[in-house]
């Protein structure tokens, strides 16, 4: 240690690789206590000295650990730190980060979507966790933050058995109607229901796999695989399904297509659904119609393993939480059906519906 011509004391310093940092302070207790703090971030790992910013770092993060993704899954990405995380951190080094700093860009996501919330709050997460991997920031200013749940009314998940004869009898267009069948009456994602084509078809079966999804340009994206090795199954096409597959027209390989035969695009496609749409006079979308195959296997008792195959659920705790959802939706018919009973209702009224009965026998 020495003291330097200006009044302050210098202090040389060797770090784990060998280098020598010189580090400074006012007072002797000063530069011991930035000496102390340069060994500390060299036994964590940290590469001592650096100055990647978050911008720097989020574009590596991307290039190197995002890779092979699907083209949606990627905007997705980009669009939570394009619009959400970049103005509020890019230009801080990723050693500055603080919990503080994280709020700051949560709370300005507070109004939207408890979904868009999730994707900004995992994109930060895995954004500093590689970072601390790769010794460029210590601690995780991410932990202990969580999203604002919303007290709006639960959406409609699924259709009624009433609701979904209403939909299909109602869509006049061929081929929204296939669309629609697809999703309702196989349980295909929206993607899985624009990739299938013809010759996926077999007698009375179909199998998934493709996938067909959009890319910026809204154009279908030529790269059509599965969301998940379990995504690809073969599914039985119950007969309401048929009749509608023959009523649809061959366009060319896809059965949902263009005038060429070739995928939709993305205007197309929401051209498609607007049709689907019109049929209903509430609002849907294609995800709940696929619900509602899950919550129709669930009243065809079907067991939970084979639902989850035929579903394409990666999981099978993602099966299992829609049918505890149906269970519990049971449960409260049976409950209305007890009261009326015991209130001195008719005794039509105080007998349980044969779903009902099926979870009182559950229990």
């Keep these: 240690m020495k003291k330097r011509k200006d009044g302050r004391y210098q202090k040389k310093v060797t770090l784990s690789d060998g280098r020598q940092k010189l580090v400074y302070g006012r007072t002797i207790a000063e530069v011991n206590q930035a000496a102390d703090a340069l060994r500390d971030q060299d036994r964590q790992g940290l590469v001592v000295g650096d100055t990647t910013t978050v911008d720097e770092w989020a574009k590596t993060w991307i290039s190197t650990y995002k890779t092979g993704l699907r083209e949606n899954t990627l905007s997705g990405y980009r669009n939570a ?17 603080r919990q503080v700093h994280v709020r700051e860009v949560m709370k300005a996501v507070t109004g939207y979507s408890e979904d868009l919330q999730r994707k900004v709050l995992n994109t930060m997460r895995q954004i500093f966790a590689t970072a601390r991997q790769n010794g460029l920031m210590t601690g995780d200013p991410t932990d202990g933050i969580k999203i604002t749940p919303h007290a709006r009314p639960k959406k409609k998940e699924h259709l009624s058995r009433e609701e979904q004869i209403s939909l299909m009898e109602n869509i006049a267009d061929p081929q929204a109607k296939c669309f629609a069948g697809l999703c309702l009456y196989c349980g295909l994602r929206r993607e899985e229901a624009l990739g299938l084509q013809w010759g996926d078809i077999n007698g009375d079966k179909l199998t998934v796999n493709r996938a067909s999804t959009f890319l910026k340009n809204n154009q279908p994206d030529p790269v059509q695989e599965l969301k998940s090795k379990a995504s690809h199954r073969t599914v039985p096409i119950p007969s309401a399904m048929m009749d509608i597959l023959k009523d649809t027209p061959r366009k060319g390989l896809y059965i949902i297509a263009r005038k060429n035969g070739e995928p939709l695009s993305q205007m197309a496609y929401r051209t498609l659904w607007e049709k689907v749409q019109a049929a209903a006079p509430y609002n849907i979308h294609a995800h709940q119609l696929r619900h509602s195959y899950c919550s129709n296997l669930y ?28 269970e519990k939706e049971e449960a409260g018919a049976s409950i209305i059906q007890l009261e009326k009973f015991l209130s001195g209702g008719s005794q039509e009224a105080g007998n349980f519906s044969e779903s009902s009965q099926k979870v009182v026998n559950k229990e």
Excluded at 81 to 91: E, K, S
């Design 299 to 326: 009243r065809a008792g079907i067991d939970l393993k084979t639902a989850q195959y035929l579903m394409g659920h990666s999981t099978i705790q993602m099966t299992a939480n829609v049918y505890t959802h149906m």
């Design 81 to 97: 730190y394009n619009v959400h995380i970049l103005p509020y951190l890019a230009q801080m080094q990723l050693r500055e980060v």
